[in-house]
């Protein structure tokens, strides 16, 4: 193949990509902004700028985008979160900054809290991918002895709950700023830590916070302008 | 006025109060459907079976409706909580039983268990009503020195939050038979409550359940038929 070829077809291919990223964001920001029953597919192209044609060319179904959505969205904060944790050995502490981190970066990117509010009572997806590190981290503090006894679909329900809850409260500016620190403290509570023990451990300094901010920022941005 | 034109005038204000009332069961059937967003107003009169015309004689804009369906299915609820607990001393446990029975409403009642999880997140309304009796019942607990110090929004949010992520779980049948305990248990831990005593209050046999839900059921049904 001459090497204008390839050119052609690194540049179609590059199209392709950027345009695939554009239904992602657009189908982000209106599915944040008005759920997703609310969301037909035609406004989302037109959010995007491409036709309802382009649309077929990289999704069936608007779930099938709503799926790639909630992948971007959150498997780079999930991985982010477990780069951080990489080696921890407490998982109290892990578990802390998981949460105080996830409410953290509501504040940075509310189209991010958004999204995960609106979608997170509904969407499988999101139980499949921050909802199974959550129950992961739950069954190990439970076999090292660390969390009280606990039924785990009906824990990982409530704590889900509660992080979407205080979520939603910080976007709306209902809360301390603070927050994540109290929510931290009264989770590990929840999960049989002694209260003055459970203060302590929110209340530790939050890990390599702008590393994770970056490189989850670096992430979308990149996935952005189609260079993933 | 004559005898009979009396008796017209309140068989048309039974009529009026009839339309009204399938109005708000019609929103509320699909509000728990579909969200609110998703729901135009004439979906709301054709499901009802009246005109859209119709509409506006009772409610201004669709947010009038919606705040209508919420103080019927909310208020109803918590005003039968507040009976159920009229006299009772112990903070602990009025709250512990408020949560319980409010995730068991959602077996006996599932559509109300879908308005209040798609509606939940989003509505102040819901947050004035069962969100105000739970700051009450919350600031009770503090003020006896039953409940550890907490920061009263965060915890409004988070316990909210974990009440309706259990709650969703439950519709979906992914949870246990006594999901409701084990909530109210962590939740009471949560609150500073040591583990033993936790388990000891949520553990409690429930008050006058099948009383708190005919009672409810019978307010409802009142409402529907146009009689309240």
Redesign the interface.
């Known amino acids: 193949m001459t090497r204008a070829a390839t050119a052609g077809i690194e540049r179609g291919s590059g199209r392709r990509l950027r345009t695939r990223a554009r239904l992602i964001e657009a189908a982000r920001r209106l599915v944040a902004t ?5 969301t037909p597919i035609s406004e989302i192209t037109d959010e995007a700028g491409v036709g309802v044609g382009s649309f077929y060319n990289h999704f069936e179904t608007k779930e099938d985008l709503l799926e790639a959505v909630i992948a971007d969205t959150f498997e780079t904060h999930g991985a982010a979160l477990d780069r951080i944790h990489a080696g921890k050995t407490d998982v109290a502490e892990t578990f802390a900054q998981s949460i105080r981190l996830t409410v953290r970066l509501v504040d940075r990117d509310p189209i991010w809290g958004w999204f995960a ?2 979608t997170g ?2 969407v499988p997806q999101l139980r499949s991918s921050l909802g199974s590190r959550l129950a992961r981290d739950l069954r190990r503090g439970f076999d090292a002895g660390r969390f ?1 006894s ?2 785990a ?3 990982v ?10 979520m ?2 910080k976007l709306t500016g ?3 700023r603070d ?1 994540d620190r ?2 931290a403290e ?2 590990l ?4 830590l002694p ?1 003055d023990e459970a203060a302590e451990i929110a209340g530790r300094r939050l890990p390599a916070m702008t590393r994770l901010l970056s490189e989850t920022s670096a992430a979308r941005a990149a996935s952005a302008s189609g260079e993933k």
Request: charged letters at 20%; hydrophobic letters at 50%; zero cysteines.
């Open positions: 008005k759920g997703i029953e609310a509010v609106r009572m509904y009280a606990y039924d679909e009906t824990t329900a409530a704590i889900g709950g509660a992080l979407l809850g205080v939603r409260s209902d809360l301390p927050a109290f929510l009264e989770l509570r929840l999960l049989g209260p």
